[in-house]
């Protein structure tokens, strides 16, 4: 007990209210060289009492509905300096006798508020700052003993308890949307708390490896290696903590990898010392089904919706994985499954692993059922799952891999299966009329909106979403583009991503869909623009400054029989929680864009039109599905 509180005097608790950002804030408080402990919102108060702050974070729901997560009454009975970051703000305010009340528009997306600089939480800052707001609840009354220290028009989007040394911010300032975020959490830690910051990581690669000898003993670890720097870094490192002849790394050819990159894995890995076996499965998941409660699914070639899609190539994955340790007499028992899943990875899939409360975004191929049920067996290695992208590469580059692997851009496990809008050609013309109504406000005598028949997910507020496309036709600046793409999803309720058709404006718009599913001639459509898409970044010398391009086949004909539609989406972010669109003229030349769509309209025979994705996340999401 003694011991403990003297570990937890030099550590900071966030209280976890489902916050689909709460790794983020873990992960800037150790930034700062803090160490941080993330703890159910239930954990009694006993358990509290020692740590030297508390952070409450995020998350979906109301304060005084009646989803709202549990806490110990008696939390602000302790003396201890907290700050609440949305939820946990009104959390505090609602406590100590304040109000909080639903508002009818959501309040999402970057903004500017004005604080009060004479407040230690916001010392040394400007008094206007960009934030990211994204709550749909707002404070309405102030408890008393508060006083706000930060605005957006009439909301408080900040206030503080200095006495009692506890704050409030509506906004998230652990994300890169908040520009000062990290100045505010270094004032709260440091000037409010008292932290030293003393906590220094110190050698990671000597933690990971002792973690991984630990828990494999003296039996094997298969490893799954996509290509991607996650896998290719988890799989070094086994090499190196195991030894060569006790990793079995296997790269499954899933059919829907980007053009030769199964072959160029292979070698990559190879010059580096990696033994890759490559099993080709691609007849295997185009044929693939899976059970969805309790009803078996269409094989993948027919299935339409997103999630169900991921679903199937999650468990072929590892059907496939079964077989692949059959044929090599493996007995599973002696065998451990090691997977480069980081920390956004299991935040965004609601993984208990990493916040019981955050809402499913998305089902990721590296945490179906199947796997969740290994992991309970304890037979799931993930020696990064504390670790973010950023970190990684360090790691990566600390364990000598060459640059280019490295920096590869990330690749989604489900690869181009979730880069294909499915669809069986219907339009739901009354939904998309009454959306293309909304968008007469914003149109001008020279730029046209459309409200395109396609749905993507996004992000907004805690949750996730599934909404229809706007489509911006004529001739309108980049950076016009981009704030379009900013206000129609704040206030178009059925929209939540916006892009540029490109090529020449059009007076009307022809809704046709092609027919699709996930067949190898569309697949291969899709290879040949991803193909000539990453020749153009990469001649260009953009792979490090866009954190991803993801290439996009839609169904979209615009009245050309059996044509797609492909969707360019250049995305800037450090973190993969929030980001925002590479802006052409500002991030890259327009000549790259120029260029990309004169190859791909001539090259890939059936290509209607190219669109450029100016949504950043939130509203949308990086991938499409
Ligand atoms: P989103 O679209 O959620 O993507 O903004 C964030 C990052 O995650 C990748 N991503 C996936 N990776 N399985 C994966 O292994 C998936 O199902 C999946 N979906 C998205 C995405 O490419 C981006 O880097």
Redesign the pocket.
Known sequence: MEHNAAIHSQQCAILDAGAQYGKVIDRRVRELNVESVILPMDTPVTQLRDYRAIIISGGPQSVFGPAAPKYDPDLFTLETPMLGICYGMQLINYAHGGTVKTQTVREDGQYEITIDPSSQLFLNLDLKQQVLLTHGDNIEMVAEGFRVIGTSGALPTAIENARRKLYGVQFHPEVDLTTNGKQMLKNFLFGIAGFDGSFTVGNREEHAMREIRQHVGDKKALVLVSGGVDSTVCATLLTKALGADRVIAIHVDTGFMRRDESKNVKQALEAIGLLLRVVDASQTFYHATTVIGSEPTQPLNQVLAPEEK?KIIGNTYMHVVDEVMNDLGLVPNDVYLAQGTLR??LI?SASSLASGNADV??T???DTQLVRQLRQQGRVLEPLKDYHKDEVRALGTLLGLPEALVWRQ?????GLA?RILCSDGSIDQGTLEKIQLELKAFETRDIRLFVLPVQSVGVQGDGRSYKYVVGVSGNVPWQQCAEFAKEIPKRVHGVNRVVRILGSAMGSFNATLTPTTLTPLVVQKLQVADDIVNQVVAEAGLMKKLS?V?VVLVPLSFGIADAHSIVLRPFITND?MTGRPAIPGADLDESVVDAIVERVTTEVPGIARVLYDMTG?PPG???WE
Do not use: L
């Open positions: 991921r956004p990875d965004e975004i998305k990721h191929h590296n990330p690749f989604p496990g489900p979730i991803q993801p993969f996340k999401t990086t991938e």
